[in-house]
C-alpha cells in the first residue's frame, strides 16, 4: 500500500488546512477557494492536453458542461442512497459525469485527434458551442432558464474535503501517468509527432487516450461546479470558460501540474483582487488585462512563467543550489 | 417554390458578406499556416470606425451612395491600419515561435480587442448609420429584389473581382503567391516575406472592413462582441472551402450562408449556429483539406 501513502498525506493535509479555512475565514474568500478548486480541477486536466500532449483543445467548457449537467439531474431525480450517506452519493455522480464526459471525449477526439494542431482548436470549440447550444434547447434540463435547486453540502468544511478528494485523485492520476509509459509517449507526440511515430508509438491512439482522461477530470470539475453554486446554466459554459482554461495552463506553463494549480488559484483571486480597482475606474478591465497578460506572457516568456518545471524542480534549482 | 427563390436570394447575400470575412482568414492562413482569430474583431472594429466617422460627418442620417462609399473607404482604412497594427505588434516577434504560441496570442488579441471594445465603445449595443434607404428594386413574381441585398452583392462582388486582380495580375501579387509558397525561396529571389506578410494583412483586414459596412447597413446593431459568431462562421466556411484557396473561401461561404438561410427558414433557428460547427466537423472528419484544397504531404 506504499502507492496510497502520497496522496493520502496530501488529502489529510488539505482537510486540515479546509478545518484552518473553515473557521479562519469568512464565506466570501470561503466561496471563492471552492471555485479555486474546481478552476485547479480544469488547469491540471487540460494541461495534460494542452501541455503534456501538445495538442490544443478549446472546448473544456464543453465536457464540463456535461459533467454539471449530469450531476444535476442525477442528484434531483434520482435517489440511489439513503441521506445519511448523502456524500456517496455526490461521489459516484461526479464519477457518472465524469464518464459521460470522457464519453463524449472519445467520440469527438477519435475523429478530430486525427487533425493537426489549429484544426483541432477549432473543432473541440464547435463542440463546446454545439453542446452548449443543445443545452440551450433542453427543456428538461431548464433551456435559457438554467437548472436551479442542486442539492450542496450546506457547510464549507465538507464541500472543501470533496473537492480535495477529486483534487488528489486527478493531481495523482496525471502525475503517476505522465511518469509511466504512457506519459513519455504523450510528450514525445508533443516533441516530435513524426519521430513518436517512427519509433512505434501509435500517435492518434495517444491523443484520444490523453483527451479522455482529460474530459473525464473537466466532467468531475463540471459536477463539483454544479454543487457549488447550485445553480448552472448554460451561459456558465461558454467559449470565454474555455479560454480561462486555456489562460491557467499557458500561464501556468504548459507540461507543469504544480504551475497550472498555482495558476488556477491565481487567476480566480486575481479578479477578486481587481475589484477595487474596477470600483476606481468605474469599468471592467479584468478581460482586459487577462488577455494583455496572456500575449505578454506569449511574446516574452513563450513556455509560460514555470516552463516545464514542477514547484519541486523549482526548490532544488534556485533554493538548493544556492545553499 | 417562390419563398424558395427568395430564401436563396437571402441566403447568397448572406453567404457574400461571409466571403468577404473569410477572404481575410484564407489569405493569412495560406501565408503564415495561422488561424488569426482576431480578424473578427478587426471587423468589429471596423464597424465602430464607421459608426464613429458618420456621427463625426453628421451623415447618420444621410443614405445614399456618397455615404456609403465614404464607409466603406473610413472602415478599410481603419482596418487595415488595425491589422498591421497587430500583425507589427503581436505576430511578428512569434515568427519563429511554435504554432501553439502563435495561436495562443491571435485568441488573446481577440480577446484584448473584445474587451477593450466593451470598454471604449460600451457593451450596449448601438445603432449603425442609415447607410442606404432599404426598398424594393424590382419585383418578378413574388420575389422580391430588395436594394440592400443588391448593394451587398455588387460590392462584395468588386471587392472579389479586386482581389482576384491584385492576387493574379499584379507583381506584389505574385510575390504574395510566391511566399505562400515557400517564404525562404521567395525572400532569396529578392521578396521580402516581412512586407508581403504585412501587405497581406493589410489586405485582409479591409476585406473585413468591407464587410462590417455591409452588415451594419443589412442588421443595423452593432456591438463589440458581434464579431465574435460572423467570424466563426467566416472561418468555417474558409475550412469548408479549403483554407489558403482563395476560390474555395467563397465558394464555401456561399455554402455556408445558404444553408444557414435554409435551416432557419426550413428548421429551427436556434440551431443555426450549432449547424454551422456541425458542417465544419463533418468536413474536416471526411476532407480535412475542404473542398477545394490541396492535401500536403508533410516531408521530414
New interface residues.
Given amino acids: 500500500m506504499k502507492f496510497l501513502k502520497a496522496p493520502l498525506l496530501s488529502l489529510i493535509a488539505l482537510s486540515a488546512l479546509g478545518l484552518i479555512f473553515n473557521f479562519g475565514l469568512n464565506a466570501y474568500f470561503q466561496l471563492i477557494l471552492l471555485f479555486a478548486a474546481v478552476n485547479c480541477l480544469m488547469s491540471m486536466s487540460l494541461n495534460l492536453v ?1 501541455g503534456y500532449t ?1 495538442q ?1 483543445s ?1 472546448g473544456h467548457a464543453g465536457f464540463m458542461a456535461l459533467g454539471a449537467y449530469f450531476s444535476a439531474y442525477a442528484n434531483t431525480h434520482w435517489d440511489l442512497l439513503p441521506e445519511s450517506v448523502q456524500a456517496i452519493e455526490y461521489f459516484i455522480y461526479a464519477l457518472g459525469g465524469g464518464l459521460l464526459a470522457a464519453f463524449a471525449g472519445l467520440l469527438v477526439g477519435l ?2 485527434l ?2 493537426k ?3 483541432l ?3 473541440t ?3 463546446g ?2 453542446i452548449r ?2 443545452l ?2 433542453m427543456d428538461f434540463l431548464g433551456g435559457p432558464r438554467g437548472y436551479s435547486g442542486i442539492p450542496g453540502f450546506g457547510s464549507f468544511l465538507f464541500s472543501f474535503i470533496f473537492a480535495s478528494v477529486w483534487l488528489v485523485i486527478c493531481f495523482f492520476t496525471i502525475w503517476r501517468v505522465m511518469h509511466s509509459t504512457y506519459g513519455r509517449s504523450f510528450l514525445s507526440v508533443r516533441e516530435d509527432e ?1 519521430a513518436a511515430e517512427a519509433m512505434g508509438i501509435n500517435t492518434t491512439r495517444m491523443k484520444v487516450r490523453a483527451f479522455v482522461l482529460s474530459s473525464f477530470f473537466a466532467g468531475v470539475a463540471g459536477s463539483l461546479f454544479a454543487h457549488f453554486t447550485n445553480f448552472i446554466n448554460p451561459s456558465s459554459f461558454t ?1 470565454l470558460q474555455s ?1 480561462n482554461a ?1 489562460i491557467m495552463v ?1 500561464l501556468g506553463g ?1 507540461g507543469s501540474m504544480t504551475g497550472s494549480i498555482v495558476a488556477a488559484i491565481f487567476i480566480t483571486a486575481l479578479p477578486e483582487a481587481l475589484r477595487p480597482l474596477q470600483d476606481l475606474t468605474g ?3 479584468r ?2 488585462i ?3 497578460s ?2 505578454l506572457v ?2 516574452l516568456r ?1 513556455q509560460g512563467l514555470f516552463g516545464d518545471l514542477e514547484l519541486s524542480d523549482m526548490w532544488r534549482k534556485y533554493v538548493r543550489r544556492s545553499s | 417554390m417562390q419563398d424558395f427563390i427568395q430564401h436563396i436570394i437571402n441566403g447568397v447575400s448572406l453567404g457574400s458578406i461571409y466571403a468577404l470575412i473569410a477572404l481575410g482568414y484564407t489569405m493569412v492562413y495560406g501565408i503564415l499556416k495561422m488561424i488569426n482569430f482576431a480578424h473578427s474583431d478587426v471587423y468589429m472594429v471596423g464597424a465602430f470606425a464607421a459608426y464613429y466617422f458618420a456621427r463625426f460627418l453628421g451623415i447618420e442620417n444621410n443614405p445614399g451612395i456618397t455615404t456609403l462609399i465614404t464607409l466603406l473607404v473610413v472602415s478599410m482604412v481603419c482596418c487595415s491600419l488595425l491589422g498591421l497594427a497587430i500583425e507589427r505588434l503581436a505576430y511578428r516577434p512569434l515568427r519563429k515561435a511554435p504554432k501553439l504560441n502563435i495561436l495562443i496570442t491571435a485568441i488573446g488579441v481577440s480577446l484584448f480587442l473584445e474587451y477593450s471594445g466593451q470598454v471604449v465603445f460600451g457593451a450596449d449595443p448601438k445603432v449603425f448609420p442609415e447607410v442606404m434607404k432599404d426598398f424594393v428594386l424590382f419585383k418578378i413574381g413574388d420575389i422580391e429584389l430588395k436594394s440592400f441585398d443588391i448593394t451587398v452583392l455588387i460590392v462584395s462582388v468588386i471587392a472579389m473581382l479586386a482581389l482576384e486582380f491584385l492576387i493574379f495580375k499584379t507583381k506584389i501579387g505574385r510575390a504574395m503567391r510566391a511566399v505562400s509558397s515557400n517564404a525562404s525561396v521567395a525572400s532569396l529571389l529578392g521578396v521580402n516575406p516581412d512586407r508581403i506578410i504585412a501587405f497581406t494583412f493589410i489586405v485582409g483586414s479591409s476585406l473585413a472592413g468591407v464587410g462590417s459596412v455591409l452588415v451594419g447597413m443589412k442588421y443595423p446593431k452593432i456591438d463589440p462582441l458581434m464579431g465574435m459568431m460572423i467570424g466563426l462562421k467566416a472561418f468555417v466556411a474558409a475550412v469548408l472551402g479549403g483554407i489558403g484557396n482563395v476560390g474555395g473561401a467563397v465558394l464555401g461561404a456561399l455554402i455556408m450562408g445558404l444553408s444557414e438561410e435554409m435551416v432557419v427558414a426550413y428548421l429551427s433557428s436556434t440551431y443555426r449556429d450549432a449547424f454551422a460547427f456541425g458542417i465544419l466537423i463533418v468536413i474536416l472528419i471526411f476532407r480535412p483539406a475542404g473542398l477545394l484544397g490541396k492535401y500536403s504531404v508533410e516531408k521530414v
Wanted: negative net charge; charged residues 10%.
Fill in positions: 494542452n501538445g490544443f478549446l475523429p478530430s486525427r487533425l494542431g489549429d484544426y482548436a477549432i473543432v470549440l464547435g463542440f458551442e454545439i447550444v443543445a440551450l434547447n513524426i467559449f479560454v486555456v499557458v504548459m469599468v471592467d478591465l478581460m482586459v487577462y488577455s494583455l496572456l500575449i506569449m511574446i513563450p
